[in-house]
């Protein structure tokens, strides 16, 4: 792998927009053996993550059952309190002019 001079691949990445944005984190991924994406969601939560790996863990793994993809759109209820909170944790200038 090639490395931009000046950078260090085994330090976290900067993450600029990811801290204009609050710092939240919100993507959730679950990956299996190589890599593969299991789950991927934009928005993270921990009971859909977890439906997911008790739905994944009861699946059968035999040569009569093959994997397919789905994506689907679901619900999450709006907490703009929370998420303002979060920003003023996570950011503490946000929306402060300087």
């Not at 009861?58 to 303002?84: C, G, K, N, W």
């Not at 909170?85 to 300087?98: F, T, V, Y």
């Amino acid at each position: 792998m090639e490395v931009a001079k000046g950078s260090d691949p085994d330090s976290p990445l900067e993450g600029t927009v990811h801290l204009a944005y609050g710092g939240l984190p919100n993507m959730s991924w679950v990956l299996g053996r190589g890599g593969f994406i299991l789950y991927k969601a934009m928005w993270t939560s921990a009971a859909r993550v977890s439906d997911f790996l008790n739905r994944y863990e009861a699946q059968p793994l035999d040569l009569s059952h093959a994997p397919f993809f789905t994506e689907q759109v679901e619900i999450r209820r709006r907490d703009s309190e929370s998420f303002a909170r979060g920003l003023a944790r996570n950011l503490p200038d946000h929306g402060r002019a300087d």
